[in-house]
């Protein structure tokens, strides 16, 4: 991901909520693909201009499983992050 872009929840009285800002290089939906959740789902609303890579869970999966080195750093980032 590129730019800066941040969660939201939509609350029923139509306010918005702001849960998390997320910035350029960070993988979203990956402490869920990790966790072995199979459906998830946020609204991530721009905050600058962005450009996102999709990659499906499965193939993200193939390639942790496949690069001992990069599951050992995204756990890393993972980790760090979540201390927010």
């Given at each position: 991901?590129?730019?800066?872009?941040?969660?939201?929840?939509?609350?029923?009285?139509?306010?918005?909520?702001?849960?998390?800002?997320?910035?350029?290089?960070?993988?979203?939906?990956e402490?869920e693909?990790?966790?072995?959740?199979?459906?998830?789902?946020?609204?991530?609303l721009?905050?600058?201009?962005?450009?996102?890579?999709?990659?499906?869970?499965?193939?993200?999966?193939?390639?942790?499983?496949?690069?001992?080195?990069?599951?050992?750093?995204?756990?890393?980032?993972?980790?760090?992050?979540?201390?927010?």
């Amino acid at each position: 991901m590129s730019g800066r872009d941040k969660g939201i929840d939509m609350q029923i009285q139509g306010k918005f909520h702001t849960f998390k800002e997320f910035g350029a290089g960070r993988v979203l939906g990956e402490f869920e693909c990790l966790s072995g959740i199979p459906e998830y789902s946020i609204t991530i609303l721009t905050i600058t201009k962005c450009i996102f890579w999709v990659i499906p869970s499965a193939m993200y999966l193939r390639w942790m499983k496949r690069d001992g080195d990069a599951l050992f750093l995204r756990t890393q980032k993972l980790l760090i992050c979540s201390h927010y």
